[in-house]
């Protein structure tokens, strides 16, 4: 078994041993391959119906999964100054011939359900692990109502009832980490959907322990100032300009909530940034409007775009400071950082094929899927390690039949005694994935390296039962 399985699960406690190893084990395999259907996976038929039988087990739940690694999570929060905490939504397209599993997506066209995890990192980005995951599917009923109607209902229930309730639900996690690291500062960080006033009042209260960024998409009212919003920060003198990398993007259309996005070139954007502190007037709610809180923003604003492209343009809603130049450089620079998150979906759809998983019951897939966080976390975790701490010994996330195996394959000769730096051993597995290093490709990616993780996994195995260290079987 693969020595940071035994780190991740140490503390795992789902009433049984046996569940205990079962678990263990059963995430050992899924890593190991994680693009293969489970009974690939797995060794042998009886594994497998082992794996389906614990999926069902009524002791295993998505947070119990998650718990022991998210106990390993905290460990390595402890030992930063800095982390971050993001979070954002996903949806898993489950869509079949023959059955339906979860719930609507957009339609009656689409069938799945969504994932809103927390992804802890360091501001270099490097990923620390889950720290909780909420997983549900819309009701069918909703199918039936127009969109007036469901924009009514909105309109009259409580925060608590809403959907939007888990972009609360996560800073409040956020803040509970923030507890139990004292002495590590803790930075929950949302997309535009997290802009919803019960989040800034939540993050405006005395006491509060996780500071927080939010991606502002209103242009709110002001309780002290004739303008709004944007307009305010408009008039205010510019602290400075900086560059940005913007990432390219295809052409898509979001779920209902979200406008369509439009295509975008990649490019490295110069932008103004201007900051204010302001008093945010709270929005009408059915039992009264609520008081208004002071916040810090950050407009970010890309005055000369290439021309035929869209202006890039940030508002940032935040509880750090932000008067100076480097304070506003800073919260963008923490923003940025929830990027990171996107690139933990795209490993947990492609790298591990959630969306192929097939199960006809709800609850068994949460458990699988809880399982998977972890897997997508370790791919971006040795990805990002390699590239921040190159110089580290490979030997501190690999074992020793691993970058044994690894090295003689990737370089076409003798092991050496003392593992290679990290950043090296990273780039030869990524070249097992594919990745060619050309002048110009940049850092290996996560594709080819958790295709090259798969072909090291099949190394060490063979290299522990026939490499120079294996007893002779008699």
């Not at 569940?19 to 395999?29: F, M, Q, T, V």
């Not at 889950?130 to 199918?143: F, G, I, K, T």
Request: with cysteine.
């Amino acid at each position: 078994m693969q020595t940071w399985i035994l780190a991740e699960t140490q503390t795992a406690n789902l009433g049984d041993d046996r569940l205990n190893r079962r678990y263990a084990l059963i995430l050992d395999r899924l890593s190991s391959k994680p693009s293969l259907s489970i009974p690939a996976a797995c060794e042998g038929w009886k594994e497998a119906q082992a794996a389906y039988r614990f999926f069902a087990n009524e002791k295993t739940t998505p947070d119990k999964i998650l718990q022991p690694h998210y106990d390993a999570t905290l460990e390595r929060i402890r030992a930063q100054k800095i982390v971050i905490i993001a979070q954002d939504t996903t949806e898993g397209d489950l869509t079949r011939a023959e059955e339906k599993v979860g719930g609507p997506l957009n339609g009656s066209e689409r069938w799945g359900m969504y994932v809103h995890p927390l992804l802890a990192m360091t501001p270099q980005r490097v990923p620390l692990g889950v720290v909780s995951a909420r997983m549900w599917s819309r009701d069918v009923e909703d199918l039936e109502k127009n969109a007036e109607e469901r924009r009514h209902e909105r309109r009259e229930q409580p925060i608590e009832e809403k959907e939007s309730y888990r972009w609360l639900e996560g800073y409040e996690k956020a803040c509970v980490v923030a507890a139990q690291a004292p002495n590590t500062q803790v930075i929950a960080v949302s997309d535009s959907e997290g802009d919803i006033y019960e989040c800034l009042q939540a993050g405006s209260r005395e006491g509060r322990r996780a500071e927080w960024i939010v991606r502002g998409c209103q242009d709110r009212a002001l309780a002290d100032e004739e303008k709004n919003l944007l307009a305010t920060l408009e008039c205010r003198a510019a602290l400075g300009k900086l560059k940005i990398r913007v990432s390219k993007r295809e052409a898509s259309t979001g779920d209902e909530s979200k406008k369509r996005k439009q295509a975008r070139a990649g490019r490295l954007a110069t932008v103004t940034v201007r900051s204010a502190r302001v008093l945010v007037q709270g929005p009408k709610r059915p039992g009264g409007r609520p008081t208004p809180v002071y916040v810090n923003a950050v407009l970010v604003r890309e005055e000369k775009p290439p021309p035929g492209q869209t202006p890039i343009e940030w508002l940032l809603l935040t509880s750090l400071p932000i008067e100076t130049f480097d304070e506003a450089a800073t919260v963008i620079d923490y923003y940025s950082c929830r990027w990171e998150i996107e690139v933990f979906f795209r490993v947990l759809k492609s790298g591990c094929e959630v969306e192929e998983l097939q199960f006809e019951h709800e609850d068994r897939l949460e458990v699988c899927l809880a399982m998977y966080l972890i897997v997508a976390w370790r791919v971006l975790y040795v990805l990002m390690l390699g590239r921040e701490c190159p110089k580290l010994s490979c030997a501190a996330v690999l074992s020793e039949s691993e970058w044994k195996s690894a090295y003689v394959i990737a370089r076409k000769q003798a092991a050496p005694t003392k593992a290679p730096l990290l950043g090296e051993m990273v780039r030869w597995i990524a070249e097992l994935g594919g990745y060619l290093g050309r002048k110009g490709d940049g850092p290996p990616g996560p594709q080819t390296l958790w295709i090259g993780l798969q072909r090291t996994r099949d190394f060490a195995i063979a290299w522990s039962a026939f490499g120079p260290t294996a007893k002779t079987c008699v």
